[in-house]
């Protein structure tokens, strides 16, 4: 097993040239949040944006639209009728947005609940995807195969990994790591298994992050590390072609990052006191230290 380091980060960063336009960088489609989880989306779409990636386009509940656009002006918003229960609902005002935007790549699932959308997205969407929270949860409640052509990045947290593996929680290290891969095997994606020193696997190659710590076990960091992941992979997707080893980079990079931002974020607030907003505020921070290595 391979422990991250700043210099691997360094060298796999995506590059950026000087004469680069928002075209060069991949363009993100977020499909994310509901009336009662509206920050998961915003925190998603803003780290895609902070990673570097060139566009960003949040589909979110029509009800949040006004506010949320307002907050977040750089992220072109595609407000979608909602049901009863606030959760997302029309999957023909998706797929219209969709094939007005042609994103390089979607991130779904956080704050979505059980918004009907879900199986379009997992089973119609043909390209890359980030799929987070309750991504994953319709996958495992669905029983659904992943289609191991299209590339892909898992994000569970244990709960979630016992879900989609159908498995009690892992508790010990080697349990950890027999799931990280077990969900890489059965899905040919890249997977994560979040937590302390983050388990990320790609086919026989397992990695073990060295950043983060409790003060990242707060709502809303997951959303930042599934923004962040996404918004790496579009620079180096659109570079280096859409394929497990710009995801496995993206998601390497993804990882690191998002743990260093907390622990920067730390030794400013406390393990207490840091918000998922903080570490994305240091994420421009952590990016600086890790170019030093080059």
Same mark, same amino acid.
């Given at each position: 097993?391979?422990?991250?380091?700043?210099?691997?980060?360094?060298?796999?960063?995506? &590059?950026?040239?000087?004469? #680069?336009?928002?075209?060069?960088?991949?363009?993100?489609?977020? !499909?994310?949040? *509901?009336? &009662?989880?509206?920050?998961?989306?915003?925190?998603? /779409?803003?780290?895609?944006?902070?990673?570097?990636?060139?566009?960003?386009?949040?589909?979110?509940? /029509?009800?949040?639209?006004?506010?949320? #656009? #307002?907050?977040?002006?750089?992220?072109?918003?595609?407000?979608?009728?909602?049901?009863?229960?606030?959760?997302?609902?029309?999957?023909?005002?998706?797929? *219209?947005?969709?094939?007005?935007?042609?994103?390089?790549?979607?991130?779904?699932?956080?704050?979505?609940?059980? *918004?009907?959308?879900?199986?379009?997205?997992?089973?119609?969407?043909?390209?890359?995807?980030?799929?987070?929270?309750?991504?994953?949860?319709?996958?495992?409640?669905?029983?659904?195969?992943?289609?191991?052509?299209?590339?892909?990045?898992?994000?569970?947290?244990?709960?979630?990994?016992?879900?989609?593996?159908?498995?009690?929680? #892992?508790?010990?290290?080697?349990?950890?790591?027999? &799931?990280?891969?077990?969900?890489?095997?059965?899905?040919?994606?890249?997977?994560?298994?979040?937590?302390?020193?983050?388990?990320?696997?790609?086919?026989?190659?397992?990695?073990?992050?060295?950043?983060?710590?409790?003060?990242?076990?707060?709502?809303?960091?997951?959303?930042?590390?599934?923004?962040?992941?996404?918004?790496?992979?579009?620079?180096?997707?659109?570079?280096?072609?859409?394929?497990?080893?710009?995801?496995?980079?993206?998601?390497?990079?993804?990882?690191?990052?998002?743990?260093?931002?907390?622990?920067?974020?730390?030794?400013?607030?406390?393990?207490?006191? !840091?918000?998922?907003?903080? !570490?994305?505020?240091?994420?421009?921070?952590?990016?600086?230290?890790?170019?030093?290595?080059?």
């Amino acid at each position: 097993m391979n422990k991250l380091n700043a210099s691997h980060i360094a060298e796999w960063l995506p &590059q950026r040239a000087l004469t #680069a336009h928002k075209g060069t960088f991949g363009r993100v489609l977020v !499909v994310a949040g *509901s009336r &009662q989880m509206c920050g998961a989306g915003f925190l998603c /779409a803003k780290s895609a944006l902070a990673a570097g990636a060139g566009l960003v386009a949040w589909a979110l509940p /029509a009800s949040m639209q006004p506010a949320f #656009a #307002a907050a977040l002006p750089e992220v072109i918003t595609c407000p979608l009728t909602e049901n009863s229960e606030g959760l997302l609902a029309s999957q023909e005002e998706l797929f *219209s947005f969709y094939n007005q935007f042609k994103p390089s790549l979607v991130v779904f699932g956080p704050g979505m609940g059980n *918004s009907p959308l879900l199986i379009g997205l997992l089973e119609k969407m043909n390209v890359p995807a980030v799929v987070d929270a309750d991504g994953l949860n319709a996958l495992a409640r669905l029983s659904l195969s992943w289609p191991k052509e299209r590339p892909a990045v898992f994000t569970p947290h244990p709960g979630e990994m016992a879900r989609l593996l159908k498995t009690d929680i #892992a508790r010990e290290a080697n349990e950890r790591l027999a &799931q990280v891969r077990a969900l890489a095997d059965k899905t040919g994606a890249v997977a994560i298994l979040k937590g302390h020193n983050s388990l990320v696997a790609c086919g026989e190659e397992i990695f073990e992050n060295t950043t983060g710590g409790p003060a990242l076990a707060k709502a809303g960091c997951g959303d930042v590390l599934s923004g962040l992941v996404a918004g790496l992979w579009a620079q180096l997707g659109a570079i280096n072609g859409w394929n497990n080893q710009t995801a496995l980079r993206a998601a390497l990079c993804g990882v690191y990052l998002h743990g260093l931002a907390g622990d920067l974020a730390a030794k400013q607030k406390t393990d207490f006191c !840091v918000l998922a907003t903080d !570490v994305l505020a240091f994420i421009s921070q952590a990016i600086q230290i890790v170019l030093k290595e080059k």
